[in-house]
């Protein structure tokens, strides 16, 4: 059925991590970058950049800047324990392969393009319909 060459899921777990370093870099650029420019976001000294919660938060933007992030680093969690399962490639969604090129682009995409965008638009319409009080952030995740 589904086999992943040895060699090919080298080369994945190879780009997923030349990804995530390319993420932690700029976050922790854009991090330095918040710090000198008013400090909405400390990160104390010696923190490990993969551990977010570390950060004290003193805004709405920082947090939604670190749920932006800590959710690519779960996706690239998620993408490298795929690479091992052999299901890297395919959609986990509606179990089609991933477009080569979105995987290129997107290292850890989870879903091929069509489920991302139904995915979006399902999104983009449950918030609209949840706006009416500004609604609370859940914050648990899982
Ligand atoms: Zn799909």
Excluded: W
């Excluded at 004290?56 to 779960?74: E, G, I, P, T």
């Excluded at 690239?76 to 324990?81: K, T």
């Excluded at 890297?88 to 991933?98: R, S």
């Excluded at 609209?128 to 995740?141: A, F, V, Y």
Aim: glycine content about 6%.
């Amino acid at each position: 059925m589904l086999r992943t060459s040895v060699r090919s899921k080298d080369s994945y777990r190879k780009r997923i991590l030349k990804k995530r370093s390319e993420i932690l870099k700029r976050l922790s650029k854009e991090l330095n970058e918040g710090i000198t420019k008013g400090p909405e976001l400390k990160a104390s000294p010696g923190s490990d950049l993969g551990d977010l919660s570390a950060l004290s938060l003193d805004s709405h933007l920082s947090v939604s800047f670190v749920r932006r992030y800590s959710n690519m680093l779960r996706q690239i969690d998620q993408a490298l324990a795929r690479v091992d399962e052999g299901s890297y490639t395919i959609c986990e969604e509606c179990g089609e392969k991933i477009d080569k090129n979105r995987l290129e682009i997107l290292p850890f995409a989870p879903y091929c393009i069509q489920c991302q965008r139904r995915m979006e638009e399902e999104n983009r319409r449950a918030s609209r319909l949840n706006q009416s009080d500004g609604g609370p952030i859940n914050d648990s995740g899982e």
